[in-house]
C-alpha cells in the first residue's frame, strides 16, 4: 500500500478529491515549473486516476482547478471574443542591434525623467524577448478562468480550453486569492520540443497521412496549437509558458518595483524565467545585452532580444504611454535567426547508414550570428513540399546549435528560369554521388540510401568517426580531418586497417607530428581490449544504439550468437522490434561486414565474451538502491563509478529526489548535494561507496 492509500482511508470523496487536486497540481508544479518532479510519473498517474474516478463517481466534484479539466473539451466552432479590461501593449523595438541601442534607452529615459548627468543611474529590470505569443490569464479568487489572446490590444480570443493543456500555467495561484488577478506573459514552444514534433510529423508525413505539414518555426508551432480548434490536437503540442507582468489587478498589494513584481509572480507558481536581472544605468543594460547574446544558442528556447524596463512602478507611473506602447520600456534585438537568400545548387550528402540528405547550397548569408552556405533540405518530401527549386529565394533558420535549414519559399520571387521540381533519384541518375553504388528508397521511409555499405568513401569516413566515438571504442585523437586524410588518401580502405596504422605512416600526414601519431598509436592499442557492447555499437549497424547493443550483450553473451541468431530469437531483446532485429540481421548477412568482424578479431580485438552476462547473473547485492553521483571523485570516472554500481546492481539516476538511497559526492559538487542534504539523503564519497560495494 502506498503513503497516499494509507492516507485515503475513511475520507469522504470530497474531502479525498480535494486533497489530491492540492498533491496533483504541487507535482504538477514541481515537474513543469521547477523540473524537480518528487515522484515518478507512475505515481503522478495512479493519483491522476484516482481523482479521475471519484469525479466520475460524484460530477459535483469536478472543479475548474481540478487536473482533470486540463485535456479534453470539444471542438470549437470558433473562438469567443474577449475584452481586455487593461489592453495589452506592445513595446517599442530597438532595431540597432549594437550597444548604441541600451544606450539610447538610457539617454531617452534620462531625458524624460529630467535627470542631470551628475544623478545616479536609473535601475532597469531586464528580461528576455521571448519569441511566442502574448497570452492573458484570469485568475479569479486564485483559480484560473479564462486565457485569452492578445488580439487587437483591446479584443483577443478566448483560447482557455488549450492554454489549459499546458502544464507550466497553474490552474490555481499558490498563497493568494485576490478576487481578480491577470497574469501577462508569452506561450512559447522549446527548441528541442519544436524539432521533435516537426520530426514526427516528417515521419507521419513519409507514411501517408493526408493533411500534415511540418512547421517554419518555433514560434508558428506555437501559435498554430493555441488557435487549434481542437483542444486534444492542441494538447499533442508541447507548448511552454514564461509569465512577464499584470493586466487587471483588484485587491492585491502591487510590488514597488518589476523586478519585485516577476518574485511575487514567481512565488505564486508561475513559471518566470530565471535569465533576468537588475542593473542600473546604461553599462548595465550593456552588460545584460551582451551575456544573453553569448549565450543565446544555449538556451533551450529561441528569443528575438531583450527587454528593458524602468524597474520603479512610480517612475513608469510618470513617464507613461506614448499611444499602444509604455516609454518605461524597450525591446532590444539581436540579429535575426531568419534570413533570406538565394539557391545556388542543391547538392546531395551522404551520411554514416547511406541516409541521402538534400543539401542548399546558399549565397552566403549572415543569420544566427554566424555566416551560413549550406541548409538542411532533410528529405526528398520536404523539398518537393516546400517546393525548393535552384534560383528560388528562400528563409532560411539558424537557432541555436540546430544546424542550419531551409523552411520555406519565397513564391513572388521565383525567377522565370528557376529549376524543375526535385527528383532525387532523377537528380543522382540513381547513384549515390560518393561511390556510384544504386540508390534505394523504402516503402513507408522518408530518405533515399546508398546501397554501398562500407564500400562508399562517405560512409566509411563516418563509420571509423563512429567506430572511434568516446561510447564505442573510445580512440582519442581520430578526428574528422585526420578521417578525411586516411580514406581520401586511400591509406585505410576498412576498418581493421586502422589497426595496420604505424607511426611512419601517420606521421607523415598533414597537420601530424611524431609525438601525435605516437599518442594515436597508443590509444589504437588500448581500444582493442574492449566490452562485447562497445565492440556492437562500433559497427554501426543501422539503429543498434548503445541502449540496444548492451542488451544484445547481455542476452546473447557471445558476438558469433549474435551475428547467427535467426529474427524470432533477436526480437525477443527487450526493445528489439522488427525493424531493428531485420536490421541486425542484414548486416551480418552481408560477407563483407562479416570479413570486417573477423579482421578485428584477427587484429587483437579482445573482450570477455561472457561478461555482459555474468554481471548480469551475478549477485546483485545493491540491488533496488539508486545512486546519484555528483562533483568529481578522486579516481574513478563517473563513468567508470557508474559501471561498478549498476554491475552490483544499483540505478544510478540523474536527480536527487525522495526516492534517492546515497548521493555520492565528490570535489565541487553543488545543487544535488545541497538538495541530497535538504532531503536528508545519505551522503557518501569515493571512498565510502568502495567500502559498500566490497563489504556485499
Ligand atoms: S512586456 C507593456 N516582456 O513582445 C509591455 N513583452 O511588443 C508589455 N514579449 O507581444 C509587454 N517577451 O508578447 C514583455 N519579457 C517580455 C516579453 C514581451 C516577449 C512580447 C510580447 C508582446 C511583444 C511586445
Redesign the pocket.
Known sequence: MSASERSSGHRSPARRAAELREQLNRHAYLYYVLDAPEIPDAEYDRLFQELQAIEAAHAELVTPDSPTQRVGGTVLAGFAAVRHTVP????R?ETDTSEDGARDFDARIRRELELADGDPPVEYAC????????ISLRYERGVLVQAAT?GDGETGEDVTQNIRTIGQVPLRLQGVEPPVFEV?G?VYMRRGDFEALNERQRQRIAQGAKGEKTFVNPRNAAAGAVRQLDPAIAAQRPLSF?A??VGEVRSWPMPKTHGGLLDALAAMGLPV?AERAVVRGADGLVRFHREVGARRDALPFDIDGV?Y?VNAIALQERLGFVTR??RW?V?HKYPAQEQMTVVRGIDVQVGRTGKLTPVAKLEPVFVGGTTVSNATLHNEDETRRKDVRVGDTVIVRRAGDVIPEVVAVVAERRPRDAGRPFDLHKLLHGRCPVCGSAIVREEGEADWRCTGGLFCAAQRKQAILHFASRRAMDIEGLGDKLVDQLVDGEIIRTLPELYKLGVAKLAALERMGEKSAANLVAALEASMRTTLERFLLALGIRLVGEATAKDLARQFGSLDRIMDAPLDELQAVPDVGPVVAQSIRTFFDQRHNREVVEQLRAAGLRWDEHEGRRRHAAPQPLAGKTFVLTGALPTLSREDAKSLLEAAGAKVAGSVSKKTDYVVAGEAAGSKLDKARELGVAVLDEAGMRAMLAER
Open positions: 495589452m501593449l506592445s513595446i523595438t528580461e528576455l524577448k521571448f519569441d511566442g505569443l502574448a492578445r501577462r508569452e514564461f512577464y507582468g524565467c527587454v524596463k506602447e509604455p520600456a525591446a
